[in-house]
Each structure stands twice: as structure tokens, then as C-alpha cells.
């Protein structure tokens, strides 16, 4: 037990949460906490070595900037001294980190602590209450924190904004914080990020040229709207675009008009670490707000920035870097200058990596240019010359190929799903035999492992095969794009990166068969709106 003299010295520590504002605000003020606290120094013949305040600051979380002050001054203070909050859960709502503090660290170093409304005394006889009270402090806050979460998500469902701020490209509406009005001037820096990338530049060119321009990042220019600019902190380089930032902003669905939550989420209620949440659990609400960014534009970005390009010496990026594959292993072609004879050309990476697992698939650079050239010019034509009979052409034929595709699809997803099944199964009987000690440890542990990791390619596998179902519904209206896209290429006589990214979606180069003037090499290219090869033999 520490000597009473330790009473003659204490430290005032008040916290507020933002949750305690809105709740018996005038109790829990910082200000009636101190008026407390010097009057309990008052009666009690204390003498007040500091005073220590928290305002809105999480009782869940230890880490707050006066919180570890105090600790400091006290551990560091020669003298016995106390530690006065109003009550436990000023102190901490973390019943783990509190005992510890209670139980370890301050009695430790001769700090004793003093919570006045629980009657809680360490200088006294332990009280048994306390780790109880502190508990039931920690499902308070537990409490508190699912029906925040349960609001937030009923609001998110009903198709408002529940941010802290708008996204990049919004504003909130000044009579309904809950509903997005465009913001005009970033949106407008929106639109040329995508005219920069339809044109084969990469995010680190678009961030260094924003830097370079003066280009607020989004935190900077909110903070210019609200005239909190020169005096926020954290804005010594409020220009410094970054292209994971970029990315983040233009994958946002936000842009399509449609409300998105539930992106991102805490840890837990105790761990306030921002972590990402699948897509497949976002909370989205259609049409709840004007679109900036038709479905369109939207997916060709999307196919832009997921593609890494390195640029070349002078910047740019490569017609095709990106869309030209190998049919057998899937992997992108590589691309040779072709030494001193500079005669550039394509073939597959894993063929250069190990020759013995694939074929060259090895095709000219100027080769690949004039078969897609010519192809897309053929469209032209045939667009022109059979009017709107190619117009029900190529929805027909988008059509045939999609329902030829789903079918496929739906054969391996029935196959994945059984596969799956019977791996249920086996587990089952595995773990059967592991109880009857048929199996040893080792050999069931490791078999199990075997089976869940097959397992889980499976449903890695299910979810791509849905993902693809997904983008081959509506092939008419794709067609339509198709034809849209086309026509703003009508007079081309060179191919052009942006043209690329607009109109294709997959070039496929198949192994040459033949040599010299009998050698025969397919090339297919699949456009972004036709589920289909529209290039036969090259």
C-alpha cells in the first residue's frame, strides 16, 4: 500500500468522445470535469501539478495526445503523485489496457488513481468492483459502436451519403449534408485525368504533370473550400499527386451517380485501423446522385489503369502494351527493339522466361500493326456498306457469342461447385479417420492443408467466372458502343493508343505454323464491345 502523502500531488485528466457530445453533454463537459476534479483537490487538501484534456478522443484507443503526456509527467515525476478522473471510463474504455494500467504502471511508479463518481481509491483497499466496472465501461463502448454501425447502414441503404466528406469530384449540398452536388472544379481536373490516360499516359506521368501544374490533391482543395487551407496542418505539400491517389479517385463508382459505403471499416471498436472491405460487401445504392461518368467511360478506365506500362525513353507508352496475349499461358506478350537490325517485335514472356513451357507466339511489330489497322478498317466498310443491316449484324453476332460464352461459363461453374462439394466431403472423412487414429497428425494436417487451398482457388475461380457472366449481359447495347466508338475512327490511316484502348479489349497471338512464304499465324482481336474475334487468319 503507498504512503497518504501521495494525495498532496495530483494530475487532472478529463477526455470527451465525439459519442459523449451528443449525450449527457453537460455532465460529461471537459469543463465540469475539471470544475470536479479542483474541487475534489480542494476538499481533499491536494495540491494540482497539471491539468490534462482529451477532446474527442475514443476511450478505446490509449493513444491520445494528452493521455500519453500525463503518463510521461507522472512516470517521469520524482515525487509520489495521483492521477484524478471524474470516473473509470474517462480514464480508458479499454478494460484490458486499463487494468493494466491500474494493476502494473502506476503502482509501479508510486501513481495512484483516483476515480471519484465509482468511489475507486487505490491508495485504500482494493476494490473488487473495479475490474467489473471497467468491463462493463468496455461494452458500453462495444455497444455503443454496433448501433452506430447499424444506423450508418441503414442510412447508407436509403441511399445517403453517410462520409465525412464528399468524394473527390462532390460536394455535400449545403441544405442536405447527406446528398452530393458535382463539384464543377475538381470535376473538371476528373476529366482530364481521363483524356490524359485515353491517350496512353500513366498515372505517375498524370501526378508528376498535376504536381507539376500547381493541382491541389483532394485533401488541400477541401480544405480550400472550407478557408482552412493556410491554417491546416499536414499541407507542406499540398500539389503532391500521387498515382495510387489518382487510381483511388477514378475506380470510385461514386462517379456513376450511384452511393457507395461500407468501402473501408475500423479494425475492430477498440482498433481504429482503416482497413479495406471486399467489394463484394460495399453497400450501393443506384442513382442517388447526378453521374459524372457515364458506364462507359467508367469501365474503360477501369481497364486503363488496372494495365502496367512502363513508359519508354521519351514517355510515351506503347501501342500495345497490355492487350497482346499468349492464347496458351495468358500472359502478356513482351516486346524486343530487335537489337541492332531494329526490327521490333512481340512474343510470349513465359516462353523468354523458360522456353520449354511455351511457344514463341512471336510476331513482328510492324506486322501486328498493319493486321489491326486493316481489321478496324474493314469494319469501317462494312458499316458503311450495309448501313443498318451491320448495325443488326454486329448485335446479333455480339449476341450469338455471348450466350455461347455463358453457356460455357455456367458447364465450369457446376463443374467448380461439385468439385467443391466433394472436398467438403473428404475433409469430413479425413477428420473422421484423424479422431479413429487412422491418420497421424502430420499426414492429416497435411492433406487437409492440400484440400483448402484447392478449395480456395475454386471460389477464386467461381468469382471471376461470375464476375465475367456479369459483363456479358446487355450484349445489344454493347454493340451499339461498338458502333459509337467506330465512327469516331471513320477516316484513320495510323493506329493510335487511345483508338487501342477505346476499341479493344484482347489481342490474341497464336503460335505461327509454316515457314517463310507458307507460314500461317492467327491473330484474333477481340473488340470491347463484341465478345468475339472479329479477325480471322493474318
Given at each position: 500500500?503507498?504512503?497518504?502523502?501521495?494525495k498532496?500531488r495530483?494530475?487532472?485528466?478529463a477526455r470527451?468522445?465525439?459519442?459523449d457530445?451528443?449525450?449527457?453533454?453537460?455532465?460529461n463537459?471537459?469543463?465540469?470535469q475539471?470544475?470536479m476534479?479542483?474541487?475534489?483537490a480542494k476538499?481533499n487538501?491536494?495540491?494540482?501539478?497539471?491539468?490534462?484534456?482529451?477532446?474527442?478522443?475514443?476511450?478505446?484507443?490509449?493513444?491520445r495526445?494528452?493521455?500519453?503526456?500525463?503518463?510521461?509527467?507522472?512516470?517521469?515525476?520524482?515525487?509520489?503523485?495521483?492521477?484524478?478522473?471524474k470516473?473509470?471510463s474517462?480514464f480508458?474504455?479499454?478494460?484490458?489496457?486499463?487494468?493494466?494500467?491500474?494493476?502494473?504502471?502506476l503502482?509501479?511508479?508510486?501513481?495512484l488513481?483516483i476515480?471519484?463518481n465509482?468511489?475507486?481509491?487505490?491508495?485504500?483497499?482494493?476494490?473488487?468492483l473495479?475490474p467489473?466496472k471497467?468491463?462493463?465501461n468496455?461494452m458500453?463502448?462495444?455497444?455503443q459502436?454496433?448501433?452506430?454501425?447499424s444506423?450508418k447502414?441503414?442510412?447508407?441503404?436509403?441511399?445517403?451519403n453517410?462520409?465525412s466528406?464528399a468524394?473527390?469530384?462532390?460536394?455535400?449540398?449545403?441544405?442536405?449534408?447527406?446528398?452530393?452536388?458535382?463539384?464543377?472544379?475538381?470535376h473538371s481536373?476528373?476529366?482530364r485525368m481521363?483524356?490524359?490516360l485515353?491517350?496512353?499516359?500513366?498515372l505517375?506521368?498524370?501526378?508528376?504533370?498535376?504536381?507539376?501544374?500547381?493541382v491541389?490533391i483532394?485533401?488541400?482543395?477541401?480544405?480550400?473550400k472550407?478557408g482552412?487551407?493556410?491554417?491546416g496542418?499536414?499541407?507542406k505539400h499540398p500539389?503532391?499527386?500521387k498515382a495510387?491517389?489518382?487510381?483511388?479517385?477514378l475506380?470510385?463508382?461514386?462517379?456513376?451517380?450511384h452511393?457507395?459505403?461500407?468501402?473501408t471499416?475500423n479494425?475492430?471498436f477498440k482498433?481504429k485501423?482503416?482497413?479495406p472491405?471486399?467489394?463484394?460487401?460495399w453497400?450501393i445504392v443506384r442513382d442517388?446522385?447526378e453521374a459524372?461518368?457515364?458506364?462507359?467511360?467508367?469501365?474503360?478506365?477501369?481497364?486503363?489503369i488496372s494495365?502496367?506500362?512502363?513508359?519508354?525513353?521519351?514517355?510515351?507508352?506503347?501501342?500495345?502494351t497490355?492487350?497482346?496475349?499468349?492464347?496458351d499461358c495468358?500472359?502478356?506478350?513482351a516486346?524486343n527493339?530487335?537489337?541492332?537490325?531494329?526490327?521490333?517485335?512481340?512474343?510470349c514472356?513465359?516462353?523468354?522466361d523458360?522456353?520449354s513451357?511455351?511457344e514463341?507466339?512471336?510476331?513482328t511489330y510492324?506486322s501486328l500493326c498493319e493486321?489491326?489497322?486493316?481489321?478496324?478498317?474493314?469494319q469501317?466498310?462494312?458499316?458503311?456498306?450495309?448501313?443498318?443491316?451491320?448495325?443488326?449484324k454486329?448485335?446479333a453476332?455480339?449476341?450469338?457469342?455471348?450466350?455461347d460464352?455463358?453457356s460455357?461459363?455456367?458447364?465450369?461453374?457446376?463443374?467448380?461447385t461439385?468439385?467443391?462439394?466433394?472436398i467438403?466431403?473428404?475433409l469430413?472423412?479425413?477428420?473422421?479417420?484423424?479422431?479413429l487414429?487412422?491418420?497421424?497428425?502430420e499426414?492429416?494436417?497435411?492433406?487437409?492443408i492440400t484440400?483448402?487451398?484447392?478449395?480456395?482457388?475454386?471460389v477464386?475461380k467461381?468469382?471471376?467466372?461470375?464476375q465475367?457472366?456479369k459483363s456479358?449481359e446487355?450484349?445489344?447495347?454493347?454493340?451499339d458502343?461498338?458502333l459509337?466508338?467506330?465512327?469516331?475512327?471513320?477516316?484513320i490511316t495510323?493506329l493510335?493508343r487511345?483508338?487501342l484502348?477505346?476499341?479493344?479489349?484482347?489481342i490474341?497471338?497464336?503460335?505461327?505454323e509454316?515457314?517463310?512464304n507458307?507460314?500461317?499465324q492467327?491473330v484474333?482481336?477481340?473488340?470491347?464491345f463484341?465478345?468475339?474475334s472479329?479477325c480471322g487468319?493474318?
Amino acid at each position: 500500500m503507498l504512503q497518504q502523502q501521495a494525495k498532496s500531488r495530483v494530475r487532472l485528466y478529463a477526455r470527451l468522445s465525439k459519442d459523449d457530445k451528443d449525450a449527457d453533454k453537460e455532465s460529461n463537459s471537459i469543463i465540469n470535469q475539471l470544475q470536479m476534479g479542483r474541487l475534489w483537490a480542494k476538499e481533499n487538501n491536494s495540491v494540482i501539478v497539471g491539468e490534462y484534456l482529451d477532446d474527442g478522443y475514443s476511450g478505446t484507443s490509449f493513444d491520445r495526445p494528452d493521455f500519453n503526456r500525463l503518463m510521461k509527467n507522472a512516470i517521469d515525476d520524482p515525487e509520489p503523485s495521483s492521477i484524478w478522473v471524474k470516473d473509470m471510463s474517462r480514464f480508458g474504455r479499454n478494460n484490458a489496457q486499463l487494468m493494466y494500467h491500474v494493476d502494473e504502471i502506476l503502482p509501479n511508479n508510486d501513481i495512484l488513481f483516483i476515480a471519484q463518481n465509482d468511489q475507486i481509491d487505490t491508495s485504500e483497499e482494493y476494490s473488487i468492483l473495479l475490474p467489473f466496472k471497467s468491463l462493463i465501461n468496455e461494452m458500453y463502448s462495444r455497444d455503443q459502436s454496433v448501433k452506430v454501425r447499424s444506423t450508418k447502414k441503414a442510412m447508407a441503404l436509403s441511399g445517403k451519403n453517410t462520409s465525412s466528406f464528399a468524394a473527390y469530384g462532390y460536394m455535400k449540398d449545403p441544405q442536405d449534408k447527406y446528398q452530393l452536388l458535382i463539384d464543377h472544379e475538381a470535376h473538371s481536373i476528373i476529366k482530364r485525368m481521363i483524356v490524359y490516360l485515353k491517350k496512353g499516359g500513366s498515372l505517375n506521368q498524370l501526378a508528376h504533370m498535376l504536381c507539376e501544374e500547381g493541382v491541389l490533391i483532394p485533401r488541400a482543395h477541401r480544405a480550400k473550400k472550407n478557408g482552412t487551407l493556410e491554417q491546416g496542418k499536414g499541407f507542406k505539400h499540398p500539389t503532391n499527386w500521387k498515382a495510387k491517389t489518382i487510381k483511388t479517385i477514378l475506380s470510385n463508382p461514386v462517379h456513376l451517380g450511384h452511393s457507395v459505403a461500407h468501402r473501408t471499416e475500423n479494425k475492430s471498436f477498440k482498433n481504429k485501423t482503416i482497413v479495406p472491405v471486399p467489394e463484394s460487401e460495399w453497400l450501393i445504392v443506384r442513382d442517388t446522385h447526378e453521374a459524372t461518368m457515364d458506364q462507359e467511360t467508367f469501365d474503360l478506365i477501369q481497364k486503363i489503369i488496372s494495365i502496367k506500362k512502363k513508359p519508354t525513353k521519351k514517355g510515351t507508352t506503347k501501342l500495345f502494351t497490355g492487350l497482346v496475349k499468349c492464347p496458351d499461358c495468358g500472359r502478356s506478350l513482351a516486346y524486343n527493339n530487335g537489337g541492332a537490325r531494329g526490327n521490333s517485335y512481340l512474343r510470349c514472356r513465359t516462353y523468354v522466361d523458360n522456353p520449354s513451357l511455351c511457344e514463341t507466339h512471336s510476331i513482328t511489330y510492324a506486322s501486328l500493326c498493319e493486321i489491326v489497322l486493316n481489321d478496324i478498317q474493314r469494319q469501317l466498310e462494312s458499316m458503311k456498306a450495309l448501313g443498318d443491316d451491320f448495325t443488326l449484324k454486329m448485335r446479333a453476332l455480339s449476341e450469338k457469342n455471348a450466350n455461347d460464352n455463358l453457356s460455357q461459363i455456367k458447364k465450369s461453374l457446376q463443374t467448380l461447385t461439385e468439385r467443391s462439394k466433394e472436398i467438403d466431403v473428404m475433409l469430413i472423412k479425413l477428420f473422421e479417420q484423424h479422431v479413429l487414429e487412422k491418420l497421424t497428425d502430420e499426414r492429416y494436417e497435411k492433406m487437409s492443408i492440400t484440400y483448402e487451398h484447392e478449395q480456395n482457388d475454386i471460389v477464386t475461380k467461381v468469382e471471376a467466372l461470375q464476375q465475367k457472366m456479369k459483363s456479358l449481359e446487355n450484349q445489344s447495347e454493347k454493340a451499339d458502343s461498338l458502333l459509337k466508338v467506330i465512327r469516331k475512327y471513320e477516316n484513320i490511316t495510323v493506329l493510335s493508343r487511345e483508338m487501342l484502348i477505346e476499341l479493344v479489349d484482347t489481342i490474341y497471338v497464336y503460335h505461327a505454323e509454316g515457314k517463310r512464304n507458307n507460314r500461317i499465324q492467327r491473330v484474333e482481336i477481340n473488340y470491347r464491345f463484341i465478345n468475339q474475334s472479329l479477325c480471322g487468319i493474318a
